[in-house]
């Protein structure tokens, strides 16, 4: 399990990852520091506006609006990340947009538990690090068998080139000479 510490500062350094997993601790820890943050800034501009003559109109004159402009894409990008964690598209965000039922439904997706095994996201994390298996229940990916034409243009190592010596001599070997 995440400790605050550090699901916070994931949360933060991850700000432009929407890709792969966040785990319920790393997104209520976030939810909480972010929470305790917002009600201090709504405090403090309470406070700077009954003790001001005139209101400001300059919305960037409230730490709150700031606070929330500067945490808006690590929201999102630690919401998203958490859909994932439980198996789902990050366009199941667009739920809270649906009336009444959406804030909701958004909040249960949230508390769901994560996917135990690898998912078409990612790994799954175990205490707190990414575990990996040599086996993957990982959805089928269509677009995995072009993923070889990346290291096309790759100079193979010197292992491999002495590896793919010896697999062609074993071929030889089986299928011409016949012997083992």
């Known amino acids: 399990m995440l400790g605050p510490i550090a699901a916070v500062e994931s949360a933060v350094f991850k700000s432009l990852n929407f890709t792969g997993r966040a785990t319920r601790a790393e997104f209520w820890w976030w939810s909480l520091f972010q929470f305790l943050i917002m009600t201090g800034c709504i405090f403090a501009d309470v406070i700077k506006i009954t003790n001001a003559e005139t209101v400001a109109l300059n919305p960037l004159g409230y730490s709150s609006f700031v606070f929330g402009l500067l945490t808006m894409i690590p929201n999102l990008s630690v919401a998203i990340r958490r859909l994932h964690d439980t198996g789902r598209s990050g366009f199941w965000y667009f739920i809270v947009f649906v009336p009444f039922v959406g ?8 508390v769901l538990p994560s996917e135990r095994d690898d998912n078409y996201y990612g790994p799954a994390q175990r205490n707190g690090r ?13 677009m995995q068998g072009y993923a070889c034409l990346d290291r ?15 697999e062609v001599r074993d071929y030889y070997r089986a299928r011409v000479l016949q012997t083992q």
Do not use: C, I, N
């Open 103 to 110: 804030g909701l439904w958004f909040l249960v997706l949230m």
């Open 130 to 142: 990414v575990r990996r298996t040599g086996t993957s229940k990982a959805r089928h990916d269509p």
């Open 152 to 166: 096309l243009h790759d100079e193979p190592s010197e292992e491999m080139q002495v590896a793919r010596k010896q």
